[in-house]
């Protein structure tokens, strides 16, 4: 009797090891790890130790998605209800830095069909448990928080430049803001790149399709998409084509936004310009993509290689990316 209790102990002892060693490496094989390493324990937690960092160093990185993927998804309540959906993003194209959500709710809390400006920090953005490569987009907002709240239609969008605008919507959402410095000010003030916002603000949907020149005036190509890391809250990339430009065919390129200049266009005050100087000798070797082959944007060499093409400097941040959602 005693013999056949200590079989049972050894057993239940190696079946949680077992499951220890299976939870930090999903595609190892325990019984093999078993019989290599007799010192389980150590190993597992060795094991645990690498999975965390690994985890602190992706949550430091970012995640990447595409904005054709961000505009139209739906927004939870952490209690997994639907609440509406993104409709726009707002981006300050000084910085780069994605400010806004234009959302609607659905008729939820009785606020009807409007749209509803979003500070992009009151988000919560996680991974689908059961599709890691997706994105949730969670929101906590409650009645009392949209009392008084301003809503807008397509055609009537508020002012991104008006200090007291701004300051209601952070606190309303409770969240931080960092204050503007004395050059954006004079930026907001003295622009307005986007007829239905102000200031240096453009809508997302304003540039996917945007015609693209070069210095000399001469269309070279558009953008199709944007790339943006949800968790810097910044664009990082434009998936742009150069309509046979240079001889490259109709494939897609990935371009760092830093590389573009968006201004007024000096015929018409209603219209922008986006101007990037490119040449034959920047697009040498240069690897397109179409939209059922994306990039890795996470690649960090790729990072590095696109900013040298381009002739921008590497921000830490871009070279922190390791974390793809959607490719």
Not at 114 to 126: D, G, L, T, Y
Request: proline residues 4%; glycine residues 8%; contains cysteine.
């Amino acid at each position: 009797m005693k013999r056949y209790t200590a079989l049972a102990s050894i057993l239940a002892f190696s079946v949680t090891a077992l499951c220890l060693a299976g939870s930090a490496h999903a595609f190892d094989n325990p019984n093999e790890e078993k019989v290599e390493s007799p010192d389980v324990s150590k190993t597992s937690k060795a094991d645990k130790k690498a999975s965390k960092a690994e985890r602190k160093h992706m949550k430091k990185a970012g995640m990447v998605t595409r904005a054709s993927k961000l505009i139209g998804m739906n927004i939870e309540n952490p209690q997994g209800q639907s609440l509406g959906e993104i409709n726009d993003l707002v981006m300050d194209t000084s910085t780069g830095e994605i400010r806004y959500a234009a959302v609607t709710y659905g008729g939820f809390l009785g606020v009807g069909n409007k749209m509803f400006a979003v500070p992009f920090e009151a988000f919560n953005m996680k991974q689908k448990a059961d599709s890691p490569d997706e994105l949730t987009l969670v929101l906590k907002v409650s009645q009392k928080q949209l009392e008084g709240a301003s809503g807008f239609d397509k055609d009537h969008w508020p002012d991104f430049a008006d200090t007291n605008y701004i300051t209601d919507l952070n606190k309303r959402y409770e969240v931080k803001h960092k204050k503007m410095s004395k050059e954006e000010k004079r930026s907001n003030k003295a622009s307005k790149l986007d007829p239905k916002t102000s200031g240096s603000n453009v809508r997302i949907s304003q540039l996917n399709g945007m015609n693209i020149q070069n210095s000399q005036g001469k269309s070279v190509g558009e953008i199709k998409d944007i790339v943006i890391n949800v968790s810097h809250g910044n664009v990082q990339y434009a998936a742009v084509t150069y309509g046979g430009f240079l001889g490259v065919g109709n494939k897609m390129f990935a371009v760092p936004f830093k590389a573009f200049e968006l201004k007024q266009n000096p015929e018409d005050p209603e219209e922008q310009i986006l101007v990037l100087n490119v040449t034959q000798q920047q697009l040498e070797g240069a690897q397109g993509f179409d939209e059922d082959n994306w990039p890795d944007f996470a690649d960090p060499d790729f990072s590095k290689e696109l900013h040298k093409r381009y002739r921008i400097d590497i921000e830490h941040k871009d070279r922190d990316v390791k974390l793809k959602l959607d490719t």
